[in-house]
């Protein structure tokens, strides 16, 4: 029995959790995977799935419609994370996936077990059992912060190069990824807390990292269409402000080519490297 699993959305850097759990819950089954987003599932995505969603979300549906056109699955596992992060919930899209997919697709079985931490009482799970990302290494100098949701960071097409294109400038991108740091020891300026597991480990990581490493400057990648990037990057953008911190914030869609960002990310390290060598990181920006 071949078992889909779409690499895409709130499922990115699950790969080894799925490898570990599906084959205790369904025998005989051979795991397929959709693998990184290209151009064909894009368009999947875009033809399948309504305008409310935001461009994450249409792009797994492009997933979904890859593994079932082109590696005839005989079942989907797509497990509801309802929260991952305990006292937290997961953002409601991600929450509503899999009803989103199972209103579009007949024919097909579904499991769909649930995922919720945030009780921690049905589920043990640790949190770093549930995700294996690639964490960054802080560089002395030259660093530049990249924020943005995990399935944005790892997901190049989406992010249309960023971090390479910093790399190739000779700067070292870091970034959040998932439950990374313990938000408990990390002191926060929010009078409330981000409801959102996701909008706490990109703010958290945010303020960890402008107090305790050598930052040059701060690119938000924003998903057309996502609610909370919207609220955290205009809180992330007025401390940049205070800091006198160079922010820049790149709104991702479905647009392929990656010309535009690639020169708007140019146009900002030559920012950088103007206010570096002439000492004005005190001056008044145009912006106020």
């Given amino acids: 029995m071949k078992v889909g699993v779409p690499n ?26 959709s693998g990184k987003t290209t151009k064909e599932m894009v368009e999947y995505g875009l033809k399948n799935s309504c305008d409310e969603l935001c461009i994450p979300a249409k792009i797994f549906i492009g997933h979904v419609e890859y593994l079932i056109r082109k590696k005839n699955v005989d079942v989907l596992f797509i497990p509801r994370l309802v929260s991952i992060l305990p006292g937290t919930y997961s953002c409601p899209k991600i929450i509503g996936i899999p009803d989103v997919v199972k209103a579009n697709y007949f024919g097909i079985e579904f499991v769909i077990p649930e995922i919720n931490l945030r009780n921690n009482r049905k589920i043990k ?11 960054p290494k802080i560089a002395d100098t030259k660093n530049i912060l990249v924020l943005a949701h995990s399935y944005v960071i790892f997901d190049e097409f989406l992010n249309k190069g960023v971090l390479e294109t910093l790399k190739n400038a000779g700067y070292n991108p870091i970034y959040p990824t998932c439950y990374y740091l313990d938000s408990y020891y990390i002191f926060s300026d929010l ?4 409801f959102w597991s996701s909008a706490r480990d990109i703010y958290y990581y945010f303020e960890w990292t402008v107090n305790n490493t050598q930052v040059d400057g701060v690119v938000y990648l924003m998903t057309f269409g996502c609610g909370i990037d919207s609220i955290l990057q205009e809180l992330i953008m007025r401390r940049c402000n205070k800091m006198g911190l160079p922010y820049l914030c790149l709104t ?27 000492d004005e990181k005190n001056y008044l920006p145009a912006h106020g």
């Avoid at 799970?125 to 964490?135: A, C, E, G, M, W």
């Avoid at 009078?191 to 981000?194: G, S, V, Y």
């Avoid at 647009?255 to 060598?277: F, K, N, P």
Wanted: proline share 3%; with cysteine.
């Fill in 125 to 135: 799970l640790i949190n770093t059992q549930l995700y294996n990302f690639l964490t």
């Fill in 8 to 33: 895409s959305f709130c499922y990115a850097g699950m790969e080894n959790f799925f490898i570990r759990v599906i084959p205790e819950v369904l025998e005989d089954s051979q795991i397929i995977f």
């Fill in 252 to 278: 991702v869609d479905e647009h392929c080519a990656d010309v535009g960002i690639q020169t708007r990310i140019e146009a900002y390290l030559d920012m950088i490297e103007w206010r570096s060598s002439r």
């Fill in 191 to 194: 009078p409330k807390e981000l």
